[in-house]
Nanobody
Framework: QVKLVESGGGLVQAGDSLRLSCAAS????????MGWFRQAPGKEREFVGA???????YYADAVQGRFTISRDNAKNTVYLQMNTLKAEDTAIYCC?????????????????WGQGTQVTVSS
């Protein structure tokens, strides 16, 4: 059984940093691509960034240069470091596991999802 568990969300002020974690069981991030998505109230789910099984990362324009995805293979955990947070970053953040190695900007390409963690940025 594959399970993804996010943690690390919270309430911060604009300009602050936060690090989210996504711990996986049942599959390893070194074999599958993964992605981070977010959904704000009243909006559609939005791609944030992804990492291939080889560790290559890519990001949405809205977070490029502020957010960084990294991975701890020993812990089978992926992190989303979020710096210089803005009010518009407020959302529920979810990690997802791809069916293949590459990750994707399309949420339909992901097979497994975590339950999400709330990030609220006050201005």
């Amino acid at each position: 059984q594959v399970k993804l568990v996010e943690s690390g969300g919270g309430l911060v002020q604009a300009g602050d940093s936060l690090r989210l974690s996504c711990a996986a069981s049942g599959r390893t991030f070194t074999s599958y691509g993964m992605g981070w998505f977010r959904q704000a109230p009243g909006k559609e789910r939005e791609f944030v960034g992804a990492m291939t099984s080889a560790g290559t990362t890519y990001y949405a324009d809205a977070v490029q240069g502020r957010f960084t995805i990294s991975r701890d293979n020993a812990k089978n955990t992926v992190y989303l470091q979020m710096n210089t947070l803005k009010a518009e970053d407020t959302a529920i953040y979810c990690c997802a596991l791809d069916r293949f190695w590459s990750g994707s900007r399309n949420d339909r390409d992901y097979e497994y999802w975590g339950q999400g963690t709330q990030v609220t940025v006050s201005s």
